[in-house]
């Protein structure tokens, strides 16, 4: 008896702003499994710039060409978004050295969790390995140009939030 699993992986983050780092982490994650989470959490322990509903707009839009890509909110334990929607593989991405040590005590808790899920990492194109979400906010919110980090709609997003906090 054959039975056809579709992996689904969860690619979560607080994505504020999605970069082209996340883009490019999505497109390649979208490549590798079946179906493809990106989990917008509603960003509890952070102050985000952008609400979860402008967050989940602009992944809507920029993962609209990736068909097997879904954008789900989130809030609370990844684990119990991961569970409900039958995801075995739980993506991270890793820019450097710095953010391994973080990720790796987040994937040995996560396996405490939930034993039956793995996590992948996945570096950035090299173009892509230095930008953050906080940096392209702080550049953008001091005037400086962030259109070599994130796509044209992030982009104009962000000259509209600026522009309306002055």
């Given at each position: 008896m054959t039975s056809v699993t579709?992996?689904?992986a969860v690619y979560?983050?607080?994505f504020d702003p999605l970069t082209l780092g996340h883009e490019d982490l999505m497109r390649r994650a979208s490549r590798l499994f079946e179906r493809l989470i990106?989990?917008?959490a509603a960003g509890h322990h952070k102050r985000?710039?952008?609400s979860i509903e402008e967050r989940l707009d602009m992944a809507q839009q920029l993962a609209a060409k990736y068909p097997n890509v879904e954008v789900i909110p989130f809030r609370g334990l990844l684990r119990d978004f991961v569970l409900e929607h039958g995801g075995k593989v739980v993506v991270r991405g890793l820019r450097?050295?710095?953010d391994f040590e973080y990720e790796f005590q987040?994937?040995?808790?996560?396996?405490?969790l939930m034993p039956d899920v793995e996590t992948v990492f996945l570096t950035p194109s090299d173009?892509?390995?230095f930008i953050s979400s906080t940096f392209v906010r702080e550049i953008a919110t001091l005037g400086g140009?962030?259109?070599k980090f994130v796509s044209p709609l992030v982009l104009d997003r962000l000259r509209e939030r600026i522009k309306k906090a002055e």
């Open positions: 579709v992996l689904t979560p983050g607080t990106v989990a917008v985000t710039m952008f450097a050295v710095s987040m994937a040995g808790m996560n396996r405490s173009q892509y390995q140009d962030v259109s």
